[in-house]
């Protein structure tokens, strides 16, 4: 497996690299740190700041090492001036990656903002599975998964295939919240049947007509009930309504878990 593993050098990026590290920790993998930093001329010192990056990027892949348990996890630094991304796409694609990781929301952000500008940009833009992971989310096997969707758009089963690896969070349950009405010429049972074919996975389908599935007491029992929230990046509307760094504003309930998003 290969992960591309994004990182600003700031302590959120680093709790994201060492839950990945630990939720990966069964199967072989290629473990690509990237650290992006846009080229500014004006900015001065250029060289001097690269090499201070690339340090500190060592040091960390050198953390991660330490906490792998596997002699199956190999590690490789990357630096890149472009944008973000541009970047991404660039060893995503070069490397084949199966999954990206990212800090979910830096501490800029109200503490109540779910995932930040970047990652969400990330999310929206850069087609490959993204996990996202919450400053405060501290690794424990994964047990409980929870999944809306809402039937906007046709399942197509390969955006699974990760589930379909084996030892990567195997056994655990999978709740399925089917989120509203499905809209207009979409076939739900056929959706129900390509979950029903998720290998290694307990699978569970509930219907839940209230469109507010995040709603500050939802998302209250969802922390309280489960490990991971996983998404599909096509469900433009109930990604909007979940991700945007606007629900911080509003929302009285932070997050802790790791969201993973499918493409």
């Excluded at 591309?4 to 740190?33: C, H, K, W």
């Excluded at 994964?142 to 295939?161: C, G, H, Q, R, W």
């Excluded at 504003?249 to 932070?254: F, W």
């Amino acid at each position: 497996m290969n992960v591309l593993i994004l990182t600003d050098l700031s302590e959120v990026a680093r709790n994201a690299g060492s839950y990945a590290v630990q939720f990966l920790g069964d199967i072989p993998v290629n473990f690509y740190m990237l650290n992006i930093r846009e080229f500014n001329p004006e900015a001065g010192l250029e060289e001097e700041k690269k090499e201070l990056a690339l340090r500190k990027l060592h040091q960390r892949m050198d953390e991660l090492q330490e906490i792998s348990q596997n002699k199956d996890h190999n590690f490789f630094a990357l630096y890149s001036e472009s944008d973000l991304l541009t970047a991404t796409r660039k060893y995503a694609d070069e490397k084949n990656v199966d999954l990206i990781v990212m800090g979910a929301a830096h501490k800029g952000h109200s503490p109540f903002t779910i995932i930040g500008n970047h990652t969400y940009e990330v999310i929206k833009k850069i087609r490959y599975n993204i996990l996202a992971v919450a400053e405060h989310c501290q690794y424990k096997p994964i047990e409980k998964m929870i999944f809306p969707i809402a039937y906007s758009t046709s399942l197509n089963k390969d955006v699974f295939a990760i589930f379909n690896k084996p030892q990567i969070a195997e056994g655990t349950a999978l709740t399925v919240v089917e989120v509203g009405d499905p809209a207009k010429g979409v076939d739900v049972e056929a959706g129900r049947e390509i979950f029903s074919q998720i290998k290694n996975r307990i699978v569970k389908v509930i219907p839940f007509k209230d469109k507010n599935i995040f709603s500050d007491d939802n998302l209250q029992k969802i922390q309280d009930r489960f490990d991971m929230i996983v998404m599909m990046g096509k469900n433009l509307g109930l990604c909007d309504s979940f991700l945007h760094t606007k629900r911080g504003i509003y929302s009285k309930v932070s997050n802790s878990l790791p969201i993973l998003v499918l493409h």
